[in-house]
Every structure is written in structure tokens, then in C-alpha cells.
């Protein structure tokens, strides 16, 4: 069976975002895994991968770094799994804390370099939004507007509207961590076949473009991945419809790909849209700008790398005296108080 992985959570400019509810969407049973220690709900969801290996899971990254999950949702079973931190109000919790002892910890130091790390994000968006600002006047948006509405009709045309009410899932396909910028494109794009790789600059209408993609894809009776961003949580980086074999995403840094199969293609939203010689006109400002937002950028990672050590240390003494009979233990007594 296939797995997917994606993220609902990230660490943004506007702190931290959650897009568990959409996800959930048809879901009948959600369970929230209670306990402070982030390393044992992540070792019980591996567990239950493993359990559920017939059955295509959606394994949903976290954004505290690569060692943890935020959970797991089973489709074909109607159940998922969620680690309490991001649970929603409609789920049914179980406490670990009864087999597992609670510690003493103290997250505010965790919780201040986050907050440091959020402040240097939301310092690094109005920089950004600055760098936007030239590209922007310099924008055809009549051409934006034509391009776009063509590029509809050629991916719609001949495609029968969808007898259904249509859903739309929103995600992220990469955040901030203590990792680092991580994301999951690669995994996400590998079984699509028709893959869109959009280039451009800050301000190219690249979100605009896409939320209009998806909302004509919706129109139409299809389901949407809507991916948004994890630094600007307004804009969208990605719009995917599996049922259409389709995907189009934002390829410009700290997430440049480019096309390696048939059926991939680069859209240059720059190229079309912008008036020729900005990049030259406005080199300096460019540059300028440029530098003063990577580096808010990796001033937040850095303070995301200080929390994420910090948590660490916080998890090493849960763990050092959890053993792996344990975590079993604790699968096998979740999987049996579940409705047969």
C-alpha cells in the first residue's frame, strides 16, 4: 500500500498554524494520544503504521522536527490517530499518563525561543512584503487575469463536472523546524503525472494564480489539496487533484525543483506577467532587500534549533526509561479498546 505524508501544523510569521479539522473530513473515530512526552506518542503512532500496513495511511509530519509525528488518519477505517497537541474538540482522548508517569518539566524556555523564532519570521514577512511591492507595480495583471483564465480552460476542457460535493483539504507540504526548512514535494509529486513547477519572484501573483486554479477545480466537483505556505500562511504554495492527475506548485527557493519526467513543466509567472528589466531596474533594492529577509529567516531557525535542543533534553529522560516492550504494550491495549 501507498503511504502519504504531509504536514497540518507549521511555524510561520503568524505563529503556529493548524490544519488538522480539514483533514479529518469523513473521518469517523479520532483519537487523541494524551502525554507530555512527544518521543512516546510518536513511537505508539510507528506502531500503528506498522499495524495498519494493508491500509494506505496518511502520516502527518511534525513540525517540531523529523524524529516526531503529529499523527496518523486511516481513510478506509474511518479512525486517526492524533497526538493531543493538535487535536481537535471532536476527538476521543486516551491518557497515556496512567501508564506512563508525568515528570516535572518546564516547557517556558521551549516556549520563549519559539516565540523568539515567530517574531523573526513575522520581522523577515514585512521585509518580504516590501520585496513584493516592486514586482507587483511592475505586474500586467490583465495578461495575469488571461493567462490564468486559459490555463483553466486547458486543464478543465473536456473534463466532465463531478456529480459530488466537492472537499478541500488544507495542508502544508513543509514548515520551519529545528531541522531546518524541510519539505515533502518530492514524495508528493512522485505518482502525479502532470506536474506544473511555477518560477517567478516575490509578488508574481504565484498564490493568486493557484487559489484560482483550485476554485475552478472545486467548481468543477473535484477534491482539493490545498498546500499553504509556512513562512506567509495566507498565501498558497500548492494546489493538487488527484483525480485529474494533477499538480501545480511553487518551485522558487527554499523549495526549487525542476522538472525531471515527461508531462513536467516549468511555468514562468515572472517572464509572463512582469514587465521586462525589473529584476535589472531594481537590482540593488532587490539585493538589499533579499539579505535583510534570509536573514530573519535563518535567525528564526536558529531560535527553532535552540527549542528543539531544549525539548530534547526535555524528552531524553521520558525515554530513557520507556523500553520498546512498553510501547507495545501500550499499542496492543489502544488497539483493543477499539470497537470491533
Not at 178 to 188: I, S
Not at 205 to 231: P, R
Request: aromatic share 10%.
Amino acid at each position: 500500500m501507498t503511504n502519504i505524508h504531509y504536514y497540518v501544523t507549521g511555524n510561520t510569521a503568524e505563529g503556529f498554524v493548524n490544519h488538522l479539522y480539514t483533514n479529518l473530513h469523513d473521518i469517523n473515530q479520532v483519537i487523541a494520544l494524551k502525554h507530555p512526552s512527544v518521543s512516546l506518542k510518536t513511537g505508539i503512532i510507528n506502531r500503528l503504521i506498522d499495524h495498519y500496513e494493508t491500509s494506505n495511511v496518511e502520516i502527518l509530519e511534525s513540525a517540531l522536527g523529523d524524529q516526531y509525528l503529529d499523527g496518523i488518519i486511516i481513510r478506509d477505517k474511518s479512525i486517526a490517530f492524533i497526538d493531543s497537541r493538535i487535536a481537535t474538540l471532536r476527538s476521543e482522548m486516551i491518557n497515556l499518563e496512567e501508564t506512563f508517569p508525568v515528570k516535572d518539566q518546564n516547557l517556558t524556555e521551549v516556549d520563549n525561543l519559539t516565540q523568539q523564532a515567530y517574531d523573526s519570521f513575522s520581522k523577515g514577512l514585512k521585509i518580504h512584503d516590501d520585496l513584493e511591492e516592486i514586482y507587483i507595480n511592475k505586474m500586467d495583471f490583465d495578461h495575469a487575469d488571461a493567462f490564468t483564465t486559459e490555463f483553466i480552460n486547458d486543464l478543465l476542457h473536456n473534463v466532465p463536472k463531478q456529480n459530488q460535493e466537492p472537499h478541500t483539504y488544507n495542508r502544508l507540504f513543509g514548515t520551519n523546524t529545528a531541522d531546518g526548512v524541510v519539505n515533502v514535494v518530492p514524495h508528493l509529486i512522485q505518482d502525479i503525472k502532470n506536474v506544473y513547477y511555477i518560477k517567478g519572484r516575490a509578488g508574481t501573483g504565484k498564490s493568486v494564480f493557484m487559489k484560482k486554479i483550485a476554485e475552478a477545480c472545486t467548481e468543477h466537483g473535484f477534491d482539493v489539496e490545498l498546500y499553504y505556505c509556512s513562512f506567509d500562511p495566507g498565501s498558497v504554495d500548492m494546489v493538487l487533484v488527484r483525480d485529474l492527475d494533477f499538480c501545480i506548485f511553487d518551485s522558487t527557493d527554499p523549495h526549487e525543483f525542476f522538472p525531471k519526467r515527461e508531462g513536467e513543466v516549468i511555468v514562468d509567472l515572472y517572464e509572463e506577467f512582469v514587465a521586462a528589466g525589473t529584476d535589472e531596474k531594481f537590482e540593488t533594492e532587490i539585493s538589499e532587500l533579499n539579505t535583510r529577509y534570509k536573514s530573519c529567516m535563518k535567525e528564526g531557525i536558529r531560535y527553532l534549533k535552540m527549542a528543539g535542543q531544549e525539548r530534547d533534553q526535555i524528552e531524553e529522560k521520558y525515554m530513557d526509561l520507556i523500553t520498546e516492550k512498553d510501547i507495545d504494550d501500550a499499542v496492543q491495549k489502544i488497539l483493543l479498546s477499539l470497537p470491533r
